[in-house]
């Protein structure tokens, strides 16, 4: 069973939140925020995941292509 915890926004945002939710899937403002807030988690996760390259993911890089002549 899922827990949750009470994440509390302005009254006006919420009620912004209704009507955009009508005619949606979303059964409600929290489904709705639940949705979007895993959506920027997990753009945020990616984004950190794919910064750069590690010093030996370019050294590993290097040797395979001096392996296959290109260097």
Known sequence: MARHTT???P??????IKKRIEGTGFRSVSDYTTYVLRQIVSSAEMREKS??????????IKRRLKALDYI
């Open 7 to 9: 994440v509390s926004i």
């Open 11 to 16: 009254v006006e945002l919420g009620e912004k």
């Open 51 to 60: 910064k750069g390259f590690k010093k030996e993911d370019h050294d590993e």
